[in-house]
């Protein structure tokens, strides 16, 4: 069981308000699965995002991440969780315009402090499998928003993490290219990692397993995607 | 992110906007130069003066109705002090048993100089001369050398004989190739024959000591009238009996102008410590002057910094979330900026350092100020420009350091 909540809840203060983002979510992750949180905006899915991702702490409720609590963590102890056990796919890609591809995937080996020589080894290695071995010396702009988002995913990657997080990844993407980079998670899956694909698009979670459905903070469904299965 | 990498992020933003980074620095920048333009030239002058005050030796004293002006005050009241004269100058020599020996000399003040006085030879003539007028001993007083010919000796001296000893500069402009000894050359049309010439000694606070002429101020007084003031020169064999021979001369200078007891001497006793405490005491006007300008420029400096710092912080907003998405612990994020501010200011520092040298060098080629460029105001320049940087980085890095990630995050 690679996640496991107990009863999650968080809460905000929003001016005189508190509203309730999370109502007491129960939900368990295998390894090697691949889940789509869906829901329409409100629902809490970014919330229950960050709080998967480590961004952010429940206010009540538990979290175990690889059999680790993590809502006890301190802010430090939450740092090394993000680096060790997440990997972060966005929407908007987030690399740092300056660096070249091979600079930005480096980023969580910085953090780690992995030596300079093992650092360049292994950031070769992750932008080779996904395919942008002629890619490493190109900065962001001089890629196209395809090539961007795998220098991501191959970033996300790079720290061999527990869980790969990926939230809305094909939405500033055009059909296509979001079909890739579908197709290079479906990859991903199947060579073993855990993957949880935030979306509000139905035909986006079609290639996960599972879908969690969220509305109002709650889990509102939560079934297997038989096709799916059935089609691999 | 290590040391090198935030050093190449840090001249990358310096490369992109040179503008931007160059007003950022320019406190910094001002502070620093200006420790290390005035530390050098203070330094370079502190050796040059004292060794040329002490070069007439340290056990002479001179005495004369100016002293060391140096307010209106103290002019006033100089003003009105008797002049010193050659019966003044006779009557220590006859009465100070502890001064080894007196002299003294007279000059044409300054301010009535070029127009009064010339001086040729032939065709040849000097501009801006300096006749003294001096007594048998001045040379040997005043620690000159000579390198040519003779000095002036008592009996001409007594009797107001037309003989003189030249400057180096003298010789060389009225006698080009020639050894001036022998040759005549003439002061106000009186003509003087020339017995010694004396070494090169260049320019010394600002006076040419090479366009002297020293006549007999007997002579001298018959050129330039008796009215002129005598400045008495004194040499002290005993140098541990220094302050007994000044008191001695001051008795008698004392009793000869009926001063009474209460009143002031009318005249003032200049030492060689007297003039190195003047030094001092003026270098550490300059030091505190510097001290002022330089705090408030890297103040000013710090604060620019802080504000530039506190606008990067606000630009890469979604850069510092990435960064902690990633696994940047706070105090990694605070590193980052505190050594982006640090290098920063610190380059400021460097560009500090090497416009005050180059501006110490330049003063001292325009002017006959030296100066020496140390390893200590360098690396004082340097470590203060890093402490602005730390400082001023401070609030801008705690601030990064507690960003929300996920806001951060949202930022674009």
């Known amino acids: ?232 | 992110m290590n040391f090198w990498e935030t050093f190449g992020l840090v001249f990358h933003s310096f490369r992109t906007n040179k503008l931007r980074a160059f007003l950022t620095l320019l406190g910094v920048i001002i502070g620093v130069t200006t420790v290390i333009t005035v530390v050098s030239i203070v330094r370079g002058m502190n050796r040059y003066v004292i060794s040329t005050i002490t070069q007439a030796g340290s056990n002479t004293f001179r005495i004369d109705r100016f002293g060391i002006i140096t307010s209106r005050d103290d002019w006033l009241e100089a003003i009105r002090r008797k002049d010193l004269t050659t019966d003044d100058l006779e009557a220590v020599r006859e009465s100070c048993g502890l001064c080894s020996e007196v002299g003294g000399f007279s000059i044409v003040p300054s301010f009535i100089n070029e127009t009064f006085v010339t001086v040729s030879a032939g065709r040849e003539s000097i501009e801006d001369p300096r006749v003294f007028g001096v007594t048998a001993n001045y040379v040997e007083i005043a620690n000159r050398e000579i390198t040519n010919g003779r000095n002036l000796t008592e009996s001409e001296v007594q009797h107001a004989a037309p003989s003189a000893v030249i400057g180096y500069e003298i010789a060389r402009n009225l006698f080009p190739n020639l050894d001036p000894v022998g040759k005549t050359l003439s002061i106000n049309g009186r003509h003087f024959r020339i017995v010694g010439a004396l070494k090169k000694y260049g320019t010394i606070f600002g006076e040419n000591q090479d366009t002297v002429i020293g006549i007999p101020v007997t002579a001298f007084q018959k050129v330039f009238g008796r009215r002129e003031p005598v400045f008495i020169m004194v040499k002290v064999d005993d140098g541990a009996r220094m302050n007994e021979a000044q008191d001695q001369a001051r008795v008698v200078l004392r009793g000869r102008h009926h001063r009474r007891t209460g009143d002031d001497d009318g005249f003032t006793i200049m030492t060689t410590d007297n003039l190195i405490q003047l030094w001092r005491s003026f270098s550490a006007g300059a030091f505190a002057a510097m001290i002022g300008i330089a705090s408030i420029a890297l103040v000013v400096g710090g604060i620019v910094i802080m504000n530039i710092m506190l606008v990067s912080v606000v630009e890469r907003t979604s850069e510092i979330g990435l960064r902690k998405a990633m696994g940047a612990r706070p105090r990694d994020i605070r590193r980052q900026f505190l050594l982006e501010s640090v290098i920063l200011a610190a380059t400021g520092g460097m560009i500090g350092v090497l416009l005050g040298a180059a501006a110490a060098k330049l003063v001292s080629m325009l002017s006959p100020m030296p100066s020496s460029l140390e390893a200590g105001p360098v690396m004082m320049g340097l470590f203060l420009a890093s402490s602005v940087g730390l400082v001023s980085g401070m609030w801008p890095a705690i601030k990064a350091a507690k960003l929300d990630p996920i806001v951060a995050l949202r930022t674009e």
């Open chain 1, 1 to 232: 069981m690679i996640i496991r909540t107990k009863n999650l809840t968080k809460a905000y203060q929003m001016g005189a308000e508190e509203v309730k983002a999370l109502k007491g979510v129960d939900l368990e992750i295998q390894k090697g699965d691949y889940v789509a949180i869906m829901g329409p905006s409100g629902s809490g899915k970014s919330t229950l995002m960050n709080l998967i991702g480590c961004l952010d702490t429940p206010s009540s409720g538990e979290y175990w991440l690889n059999d680790r609590a993590v809502n006890t963590m301190t802010e430090d102890e939450l740092a090394r969780v993000r680096n060790e056990e997440v990997g972060f796919v966005f929407q908007s890609f987030h690399l740092l315009p300056r660096y070249t591809a091979l600079e930005n995937v480096q980023l969580p080996l910085v953090y780690s402090n992995t030596d300079r020589e093992q650092r360049l080894e292994r950031a070769k290695q992750a932008l080779e499998a996904v395919d942008l071995a002629d890619r490493m010396g190109h900065r962001p702009n001089q890629l196209s928003g395809g090539q961007r988002q795998r220098v991501a995913i191959a970033r996300a990657l790079i720290n061999r993490p527990s869980i790969l997080l990926a939230d809305e990844p094909t939405g500033n993407l055009d059909t296509a290219t979001g079909q890739e980079i579908l197709a290079l998670f479906d990859r991903l899956h199947q060579s073993g990692n855990t993957i949880i694909l935030v979306t509000h698009e139905s035909d986006v979670a079609v290639h996960a397993r599972r879908a969690i459905h969220l509305r109002d903070g709650k889990i509102e469904r939560d079934q297997i995607n038989e096709k799916t299965i059935a089609a691999s």
